[in-house]
Every structure is written in C-alpha cells, then in structure tokens.
C-alpha cells in the first residue's frame, strides 16, 4: 500500500506547479472563445472548469488538458446567431439552442466510445499528424496577434509607440524566462514563474499594459466574478424538443462532435509520443463525451483537448490525472474568489508562453526530412498545415487521410503481378501477386489472354489476396470469358475466406475452384499458427 501511494504521488508537485500555469493560461483562451462564439465569458469559463475537470478524472490520457477551444467556438458561431433570429430579443435563445447542441454531441461522442471508434485514429499517418501540429502551431501563433492590437473608438487598432515596445518587452522576457530557467535548475516551472515575474513588473511597477481584466471588459464581459455552475432548467422549457430541433441542430452537434473527437484524438497521440507511454482513444471518447453533456446540463459551451495548455502541461512535468484537476478546481476558484488578482495578470505574459508553446509545437523537423520522404506525404504535410490555417482541423484531417489513403491505393494497385509458366502437359498457369481490388482489377485485367492461352489454364492465389466486392466481379467475369471461348479454367490456392466469398457470390466457384491441394506453401499462408514447433522438427 505504501509503494502503491508513493507510485501514485511521486509526481504530485511537478503535477500541482503545472496545473496552475495551466489554470493561468486557461483564462483568456477560454474568455476569447466565448467571445468568438457569442456568449458570455462565463459560459466559456464554466466549460473549461467542467470538461477539463471530468476528462482529467475519467479520461483516456493523464495529463492532457480539455477546455473550450477555438475550432468549436467558430462553428457554434452560426448557430448562437441563428437560434438568437428564432427568440425576442434579448431572450438569448441561441444560448440555450447550444447547450441542447452541446448535450447532442456529448451523445454523439459517448457513442463513438461504445462503438470502439476511437481506434480508428491510428489509421491516420504521420504526414498528417504532422501538418496537424504544424497547422495547429501557425493557428495558435496567429490567434495571439490579435493581443497586439488595442481598442480605439469601438475599434481594435494595432498598437504604436511606447505600447507597442512595452508589449514586445514583456513577451520577450516571458520567453526568455522560460528559455533560460530550465538551463538554471528544473525543479521550478519556467511558465509560472515567467508569469508571475512579469507580472510583478506590471503591477508595481504600474504599467499600463494589456490585462486578462481589460481584455475581458474590452470584449463586452463584466470581469471573471461568479458562482457555481447550475442546472439550465430553461434548456427544457425553451427550447421544444421535437423533429424540427434535432433536424436544426443536428448538423451542428455532429460536425462539433466529429471536430471535438479529432482534435483530443490527435492531442492524444501527440502527448502519447511526447511521454512514449499510451493512451486509451475509446475511454476518451467516453469522458469527452459524458464532460460535454454535463457541461451542456449545467450552462457550458462545451469543449475538447486542448493542444497548447496540455503541451503546457506536459512541459512543465505534469503527468497524470492531478495536473489536470488541479488546472480545473485552480480556474473555479478563480472565478469563485481571485477574480480581482487574476484580472491583474499582464496579456503580455500569457501571449509569451503560448508564443514557446508554438515554438515546442512547431515540427522543425519537417524541413529538415522535405527532401527525404517521398513527394506526396511532402504534399499531404503541407495540404493539411494550410487547410488547418484556412478551414479547421477537422476538415484538414480528413483531407488528408483521404488523400494518403488514395496514394496509398493508387500505389497498391501498381503492384498487381502475374508470372507466367506452361506446364509440361500444356496447361498454362498464371501466378498471381498482389492486393487484388478495386484499384488493381484493370491491370489484373490486362494480364490475361483467353482468347489466345490454352485450352487448359489455372490462376494461382498463393501470393495474392481477393479484398472486396471488385475482386470477385473481376475473378467471375474472367472466368465467364474463358468459358465462353471453350475452355477450362481452375483457381488454386484461394484462402479460406476468399472461397467463402465466391461461393457466396456464386455456385459456378465450386466447379472451378480446386480444394485439394498439397503445397506447403498455402497451408502456411493458409494457417500460419499451426506452425508453431522448432524449424528443427520440420522435414525440409
């Protein structure tokens, strides 16, 4: 029991310093997302606190962060200002149409967890993982240069002057802080301390620079103060449910469920490297899931992993399940009761830590390995870096596996072979190997020659795999062809599932197909388990 506790608590203070830089760093992307998004601070605030709380405890990877996150936020955009048309004004019906949005794609995201979808992600390839996090890297780079303008007249102004090199200072030092402090001693973490000092500077020093509370009044909030979360009994009295609302938002909580799934997904593997340990894709399915819909009950925007913050996390030596719900409970009391201290703390200093974030983001490697990969993941890397930018992360991993999976075919239907032999009583035998699909039947096609070959002729699949319905339209119209011409034809060596799949297809297989066989190459290829004694027990 001892051990078990020492294990378990090995960690705890790298895992409790990490999760208040976290919490810190939490503020003002979680107030800039409402704000993307339409709706009070709060609502963003209180879904960073419940989806990052309930995800750290239940959750498929320790110390990933979840929280509201920009690529939710720009689609919840339209559906906010649409469901605002269908109310009075003034009657926030949008706000409540999201939460009902939120609860449908919790649902939707519990299912992919029943459903085992989550293992799926393993299907997408490394150039895609990498434009992801260099896409994700530009994106995060760019959102923090919107703190580098101020608001004149209603409208938001880049800064000049003195502001502009005060700003400048404080996000170099920032950076340089936390640059140069791991190379002094690594048992403090450079984020917060960077935080803390600038800070310090800003406030006795009385600077008038940019702060979490000015930029929060700046979008229209009345500062970070409230209570607990409650129950949104109006979701069930002011939104009906009924067709005409699933079929309204729908569209929404599945696009919103299919980004929030991919881009924790992707958080997922990407920390699953970082730390060479593994994560469990289903599991997170599930806690993303069951976070949103609790989230959605009690008046949240709902949320996903966050890539920077959890990169944050793992930099500063969090690990497991604590980091992440001490960043969650560190946020609630902030807005329960150090709203006024975390009000002080300069933008400045937040924009130069998510500035390193990039920085650690950032596949400088890439480059490096342009002129040594083959050209298409070079194109699929850069395809979805740009579309990551342009578009979302959603519709940039989808492209790209899309496209990595038609290289993939279009290069797997090019390695179809037949090798030809005649045998000494004139039967000729075509020797098949490859994948036989849907993208190599015209080459298997092309093979052939039943107008000319033998009277007798055999095709022999010890090297090659029937994989879908293509194949066996392919392997049924050849073999209508050489009969046609009068002659005969045999399949051999057809694993067991293939013949299942003729016989199925049709009963002329079973004129055609030869079962008895005696080659030991096909029963090894046939059953490779059985071959389970020494090599020296084996008759060569």
Same mark, same amino acid.
């Given at each position: 029991?001892?051990?078990?506790?020492? %294990?378990?608590?090995?960690?705890?203070?790298?895992?409790?310093?990490?999760?208040?830089? $976290?919490?810190?760093?939490?503020?003002?992307?979680?107030?800039?997302?409402?704000?993307?998004?339409?709706?009070?601070?709060? $609502?963003?605030?209180?879904?960073?606190?419940?989806?990052?709380?309930?995800?750290?405890?239940?959750?498929?990877?320790?110390?990933?962060?979840?929280?509201?996150?920009?690529?939710?936020?720009?689609?919840? $955009?339209?559906?906010?200002? %649409?469901?605002?048309?269908?109310?009075?004004?003034g009657e926030q019906l949008g706000l409540y149409y999201l939460f009902a949005t939120v609860i449908l794609m919790g649902v939707i995201q519990m299912l992919a967890g029943v459903f085992k979808l989550g293992k799926?992600?393993?299907?997408?390839?490394h150039p895609v993982m990498m434009g992801f996090v260099n896409g994700l890297a530009i994106v995060i780079f760019l959102s923090q240069l919107g703190m580098f303008k101020e608001t004149v007249g209603g409208d938001k102004v880049w800064m000049q002057?003195?502001?502009?090199?005060?700003?400048?200072?404080?996000?170099?030092?920032?950076?340089?802080?936390?640059? *140069?402090?791991?190379?002094?001693?690594?048992?403090?973490?450079?984020?917060?301390?960077?935080?803390?000092?600038?800070?310090?500077?800003?406030?006795?020093?009385?600077?008038?620079?940019?702060?979490? *509370?000015?930029?929060?009044?700046?979008?229209? *909030?009345?500062?970070?103060?409230?209570?607990?979360?409650?129950?949104?009994?109006?979701?069930?009295?002011k939104v009906p449910f009924n067709l005409e609302t699933l079929i309204f938002i729908g569209p929404y909580a599945l696009i919103l469920a299919a980004i929030g799934l991919i881009e924790s997904l992707m958080t997922l593997n990407l920390i699953d490297e970082l730390t060479e340990t593994r994560g469990n894709s289903n599991k997170e399915c599930l806690a993303q899931g069951g976070a949103n819909i609790v989230t959605g009950l009690f008046g949240g925007m709902g949320g996903c992993a966050m890539i920077g913050q959890s990169l944050i996390n793992i930099k500063g030596g969090g690990r497991t399940r604590l980091s992440g719900v001490v960043a969650a409970l560190t946020l609630l009391a902030f807005i329960l009761f150090a709203s006024g201290l975390i009000e002080q703390v300069p933008i400045s200093a937040l924009v130069g830590v998510m500035f390193m974030v990039v920085v650690g983001t950032f596949a400088w490697s890439s480059f490096r390995i342009m002129n040594k990969i083959p050209k298409t993941?070079?194109?699929?890397? &850069?395809?979805?870096?740009?579309?990551? $930018?342009?578009?979302?992360?959603? &519709?940039?991993?989808?492209?790209?596996?899309?496209?990595?999976?038609?290289?993939?075919?279009?290069?797997?239907?090019?390695?179809?072979?037949?090798?030809?032999?005649?045998?000494?009583?004139g039967t000729k035998v075509y020797e098949i190997w490859g994948p036989l699909f849907f993208g190599s039947i015209t080459a298997f096609n092309d093979k052939f020659d039943a107008k000319n070959d033998p009277k007798n002729v055999e095709i022999d699949f010890v090297e090659a795999r029937i994989s879908d319905h293509s194949a066996l339209e392919a392997i049924f119209t050849l073999v209508n062809k050489y009969e046609a011409e009068g002659k005969s034809i045999k399949l051999k060596h057809l694993s067991t599932d293939c013949k299942v799949l003729l016989y199925k297809a049709s009963p002329k297989f079973r004129e055609v197909i030869v079962e008895d066989i005696e080659d030991p190459r096909y029963h090894l290829a046939e059953n490779p388990e059985a071959f389970t004694k020494p090599l020296s027990e084996y008759k060569l």
């Open positions: 029991m001892t051990d078990f506790i020492r %294990k378990r608590t090995a960690n705890a203070k790298n895992d409790i310093l990490s999760g208040l830089t $976290v919490a810190l760093a939490l503020v003002p992307e979680a107030v800039a997302f409402a704000f993307v998004a339409g709706v009070d601070p709060l $609502v963003g605030l209180y879904a960073a606190f419940m989806v990052g709380l309930i995800t750290s405890i239940f959750g498929g990877r320790p110390g990933m962060i979840s929280g509201a996150t920009g690529a939710l936020a720009v689609v919840m $955009v339209a559906l906010v200002a %649409k469901g605002n048309s269908m109310g009075v004004e799926f992600v393993r299907l997408i390839p002057g003195s502001q502009l090199w005060i700003m400048i200072g404080l996000v170099g030092l920032t950076m340089a802080i936390m640059f *140069g402090l791991p190379k002094l001693t690594k048992k403090l973490p450079e984020a917060l301390v960077a935080i803390l000092v600038v800070s310090g500077i800003v406030i006795f020093g009385n600077l008038d620079v940019a702060t979490v *509370g000015s930029f929060i009044h700046d979008g229209g *909030g009345e500062g970070l103060k409230g209570g607990l979360p409650s129950f949104q009994f109006d979701i069930f009295n993941d070079v194109f699929v890397l &850069i395809l979805v870096s740009g579309l990551t $930018v342009i578009f979302d992360l959603a &519709i940039a991993v989808i492209a790209g596996v899309i496209v990595s999976a038609l290289v993939f075919a279009w290069e797997s239907a090019r390695r179809i072979r037949a090798r030809k032999r005649v045998k000494t009583d």
